[in-house]
């Protein structure tokens, strides 16, 4: 286990459900970005875990950049939105279709004194299916990995952000 003073302050997170097909590109573009980010400064983990399980993953972690898929009404497959947290403030619907609200995680995680990232990006791929049985996104979510991975590394290297 990382000790407080050792750990880095920044978080790369991948989520998704790699055996149902794109739902697993957030996962594989934080495989991706494990080969290119110094770990000793930037932490890189995946995750099938949602909800509360989120926790353990954030809590300690100034900055975080989660990456996931994401479904829209008018978006093209391969599509890749930055998106902030606020952007899901007034919707009935969950920041991440699996459990309890990104926003609900944060405020339950200060709540009972953990401390909690201040800053948050999420990079969501836009998917075409995630029902199907299988580890391979469609060709126009996997060719829009490298371009993810690339989006993630330029954030990591801003000056004014993560």
Request: hydrophobic share 40%; glycine share 8%; proline share 4%.
């Amino acid at each position: 286990m990382w000790d407080e003073r050792e750990k880095p302050k920044t978080l790369v997170l991948g989520i998704g459900n790699t055996i149902r097909g794109d739902d697993g590109v957030g996962i594989q573009i934080a495989t991706e970005c494990r080969h290119k980010i110094d770990q000793d400064q930037v932490t890189v983990a995946a995750s099938c875990s949602s909800g509360l399980s989120l926790l353990d993953f954030l809590a300690g972690y100034e900055q975080v950049i989660i990456i996931d898929a994401i479904h829209t009404v008018d978006g093209k497959p391969g599509d890749i939105y930055r998106i902030q947290p606020e952007t899901f403030q007034y919707t009935r619907h969950l920041a991440f279709a699996h459990d309890v609200s990104l926003a609900n995680v944060l405020q339950i995680g200060r709540r009972v004194g953990l401390v909690m990232p201040n800053e948050i990006v999420i990079f969501a791929v836009e998917v075409a299916d995630t029902g199907t049985f299988g580890e391979d996104c469609t060709p126009s979510v996997r060719q829009a990995i490298p371009q993810c991975v690339d989006m993630i590394l330029e954030e990591l290297n801003a000056e004014s952000n993560i």
